[in-house]
């Protein structure tokens, strides 16, 4: 049996410490923080959406980044195991909308406390212990933290990606990467809110719409995105938005519009104007675009695509309202970026996979040395579809790792 350092009390840190335990193994986890599993605390908005139900072809296809190369650990430790795993720790679960799970409890710090309480119930802690440097002499891994210098057998590194700083990802695990010759692909945000060049964006902060379609152009590939967004203080999040930035977060040339009525063709838009304007003659266009829009849209909608609000219904050429309906079904929204990296549910972007065993997840380069989790080159949209990678590559990890 070995002497296994785990950097980092994550998710797929515990869940790898755990399993290796089990086994025999002496497993020590060094983390930061004065406590384990600070990211999950906050995921699915202090919930926890552990994993998605869905069958796992669907589920590869919300994986944006690394899909082939998580195929193998993604079917042995399917979503449904995930949940089996769980329950059988004792932490009850529920499926809600969209095939995302949860606890019972619908609090996060219950997935934490099964997993470090029952799971790593044979694994030393080392809280507060921030790793500083690893490296290597002969067959041996020294591990340099703020509490000494530790020798290892193996060590496995599930120090997360870089995103949410104050959980402690601040990037430490391409650093050691980089030290063993390891590449590491562009790290980026990945589902975090866009930035608009927009001047009236400010005057939209808050306001949320449902079941809008956002449409991008990015490097020449279409994307559509169906659902609720909301526009922010610098341009708009929400659901749609964050998935949006997981495409676009390496494209140089991205121009976006959005549909506010995906539902209705242009002719079906149409005829509704020309009800809306026969019962509504006498009226000034603002008052029938607040029976289109939300209210705070409606007062900037006219005088951004080049009407006048205050024009009377009856007015309004067959032109015009040919304006009027490009406007709600092809809105223009000037892409100005993501937001920091610190503002993204996770980070885009890590070790080299071409550089990782996709079955064992021991590095190519050195032996005894292992990547899993958000450190590795791999990224998959909101849903639960994250934390199943981390549970998954853990576990691939353990199941195939040699004495």
Not at 59 to 65: G, P
Not at 101 to 114: I, N, Y
Not at 148 to 171: D, L, M, N, P, Q
């Amino acid at each position: 049996m070995s002497k296994v350092a785990v950097i980092g009390a994550g998710a797929s840190g515990l869940m790898v410490a755990g399993f290796l335990a089990d086994k025999g193994h002496d497993v020590m986890v060094l983390e930061k923080n004065e406590k384990a599993g600070k990211k999950l605390f906050i995921t699915g908005k202090g919930r926890c959406n552990i994993t998605n139900l869905c069958p796992t072809d669907e589920f590869l296809k919300n994986v944006v980044r690394g899909d082939k190369f998580l195929r193998s650990a993604i079917y042995s430790f399917s979503s449904i195991d995930c949940v089996n795993f769980f329950e059988e720790l004792g932490l009850k679960t529920k499926v809600e909308r969209g095939n995302r799970v949860f606890p019972e409890s619908d609090k996060a710090g219950d997935v934490v406390k099964v997993l470090k309480e029952k799971h790593c119930r044979n694994v030393n802690f080392s809280f507060d212990d921030e790793v500083l440097a690893i490296n290597k002499k002969d067959d041996a891994f020294v591990v340099v933290s703020s509490k000494g210098k530790r020798a290892f057998e193996k060590v496995i590194i599930a120090t997360g990606g870089k995103s949410y700083k104050t959980t402690g990802s601040s990037g430490d695990g391409y650093k050691f990467a980089k030290t063993f010759g390891h590449s590491v692909e562009e790290v980026v945000p990945a589902l975090c809110p866009i930035v608009l060049k927009d001047k009236f964006v400010s005057k939209l902060q808050g306001v949320s719409l449902k079941n809008v379609e956002l449409n991008v152009l990015a490097d020449g590939k279409k994307l559509s995105f169906f659902g609720e967004m909301l526009f922010t203080d610098q341009g708009i999040s929400g659901p749609i938005v964050l998935t949006a930035s997981s495409y676009v977060n390496r494209c140089q040339n991205v121009s976006m519009t959005l549909d506010f009525k995906p539902a209705l063709s242009d002719k079906q838009l149409d005829m509704r104007l020309l009800r809306d304007f026969e019962e509504n003659k006498n009226k000034d266009l603002k008052n029938v675009l607040k029976g289109l829009l939300p209210k705070a849209i409606a007062e900037v909608f006219a005088e951004i695509i080049g009407l006048d609000e205050n024009k009377k219904i009856h007015d309004i050429t067959k032109a015009e309202r040919q304006k009027l309906i490009e406007g709600l079904k092809s809105f223009k929204l000037s892409y100005g970026g993501l937001y920091d990296i610190n503002t993204g549910i996770i980070t885009s972007g890590g070790v080299n996979l071409k550089e990782v065993n996709p079955k064992t997840f021991e590095s190519k380069l050195v032996p005894g040395l292992y990547f899993t989790g958000e450190v590795l080159d791999v990224d998959a949209l909101t849903g639960g579809f994250n934390l199943q990678i981390a549970w998954a590559t853990a576990f691939s990890l353990a199941k195939n790792f040699c004495v």
